[in-house]
């Protein structure tokens, strides 16, 4: 498994804080961290940001937002402000909101970095994929990931789509309009024996457009719902598919109605 830097750096935190057992980042120790790393950490009113680190003289001070109650939310927000504490303190300033940590591969290369620095810290690779050892994916699995990790489900399926260990496809919709795409890469190595056709097959996905009508978050968004949901689908909702296909597939929708956000998955049992 190639690292990025940004994970590298995330890894080299961990190590030099002798921390690499599952659940030992836990809220107080995560706060500890980044005391101990040199950085200040408070809890105050961000009005409507998530966090914020501000680096003057060679001080930082890492604020996150005490109207956070998601204990998820708040430690990938304080994870991903001590990414950019590691990796960017040439930049003054930097506030986050939780749209910026959804919106994962469009914001630019500093938030992808810091993004990529708090998913390793929180989800170590190979304690994430211990936990995803022989297992298919299934909307449970990412319940369980998310509470063992202690991140919230969006994260956990983001990791997934990097380090699981079976393939699929995520779509991320945000006011009934795709925004990005990821296909599972890892699956393309040799780790892999059986590469599902699908996976190479052309998305019916246009950026900045609605979702397929017939796909379960092109229903969700369409009826207003905006709870979780899982279904069979057919394979040709989302791809161009060809006759010898097995029609079938499952979308799970993971919604998050504050930000009127849904990632899909989509996977082949
Ligand atoms: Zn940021």
């Not at 980042?25 to 501000?54: C, F, H, P, Q, W």
């Amino acid at each position: 498994m190639l690292l990025t830097k940004s994970e590298a750096a995330a890894r080299k935190v961990l190590l030099e804080c002798g921390l690499d057992e599952i659940n030992s980042l836990t809220n107080a120790n995560l706060r500890r961290l980044i005391l101990s790393r040199g950085a200040y950490y408070e809890e105050i009113d961000l009005k409507g940001k998530d966090g914020r680190i501000v680096t003057f003289e060679g001080r930082s001070i890492i604020s996150i937002s005490s109207a956070i109650t998601d204990r998820g939310k708040k430690r990938f927000t304080a994870a991903h402000e001590l990414g950019h504490f590691e990796m960017h303190k040439d930049l003054p300033v930097n506030v986050d909101t939780h749209y910026e940590l959804c919106n994962w591969y469009q914001s630019g290369i500093h938030e992808k970095e810091a993004n990529e620095f708090a998913s390793e810290l929180l989800m170590p690779f190979n304690l994430f994929n211990l936990q995803c050892k022989n297992q298919k994916f299934r909307p449970e699995l990412i319940d369980q990931l998310s509470n063992t990790f202690l991140v919230s489900k969006t994260a956990a399926i983001l990791k997934f789509v990097k380090s699981g260990n079976h393939p699929v496809f995520v779509v991320c919709t945000k006011d009934n309009k795709v925004k990005w795409w990821k296909m599972s890469k890892e699956m393309e190595t040799a780790e892999h024996e059986f590469i599902p056709n699908w996976l190479r097959y052309k998305v019916k996905v246009t950026a900045n457009l609605p979702p397929p009508v017939d796909s379960v978050v092109g229903q969700l968004f369409k009826t207003n719902q905006t709870q979780e949901r899982f279904q069979e689908i057919e394979k040709s909702t989302w791809f161009l598919t060809k006759p010898e296909d097995d029609p079938k597939m499952f979308e799970f929708c993971h919604f998050v109605p504050s930000y009127n956000f849904a990632l899909s998955v989509i996977w082949e049992d």
